[in-house]
């Protein structure tokens, strides 16, 4: 089987603007601009049929879309940097989905995630490359933010085994339910989609 993850998907728009981080360190092996994507629960390597399990408990979520704005970038490790990364604004939605999913991960008897949630979009995996480039790489893009965007769907992704991560491919999704608006917001919101669909 190949590897299992819970996450969200990066618009294009987003997605743009995140590749506009490319470049500018030693050592960096640059994410693919169409793998970004930002992880909320690893699953692993499991068997077909505790697969199966996670996505049918998976059919019971019930949360509401929400927006979110990639904002900030960092680094992970310290002493010896092994990747750079866009952070995320303040979303109270965001750790409310991801707590979901959480628990029942380990309901269906998966392993707590022994990491602290740290919501993140992987930019690069980083290779022999010092603590003083990083810090000059992202002192250089601090005031990084993307326009806010709307998370109307979470997916489970598989990644096959390959250098510097992806392809990652959507194996299921999961809507996340509108709010419901005022009728004229409705109309609009119909009217913007429906513009979208024939384009």
């Known amino acids: 089987m190949p590897r299992l993850f819970t996450a969200l998907e990066i618009p294009r728009d987003a997605a743009l603007s995140l590749s506009l981080l490319r470049g500018g360190l030693p050592g960096a092996r640059w994410v693919d601009v169409e793998n970004y994507h930002l992880t909320l629960r690893f699953i692993g390597d499991v068997e077909g049929h505790v697969a199966d399990e996670v996505a049918n408990a998976l059919d019971r979520v019930r949360r509401p879309a929400f927006s979110l704005t990639l904002s900030g970038v960092g680094a992970f490790g310290q ?20 707590g979901e999913i959480e628990r029942i991960c380990q309901r269906l008897g998966l392993a707590p995630d022994p990491r602290k949630f740290t919501p993140h979009v992987t930019l690069a ?5 010092s603590p003083h480039e990083v810090a000059a790489y992202l002192s250089a893009r601090g005031n ?15 990644a096959r085994d390959s250098v510097g991560g992806g392809p990652y491919i959507v194996e299921e999704a999961w809507p996340l339910m509108r709010a419901e608006p ?6 609009a919101t119909s009217a913007s989609e429906a513009s979208r669909i024939v384009r």
């Open 79 to 98: 002493k010896k940097p092994h990747a750079v990364w866009a952070g995320v604004a303040a979303s109270p939605d965001l750790y409310a989905l991801q």
């Open 125 to 129: 995996r980083l290779k022999s490359t």
């Open 144 to 158: 990084f933010a993307t326009v806010p965007f709307r998370v109307g769907r979470f997916v489970l992704m598989s």
């Open 182 to 187: 005022s009728r004229s917001a409705s109309l």
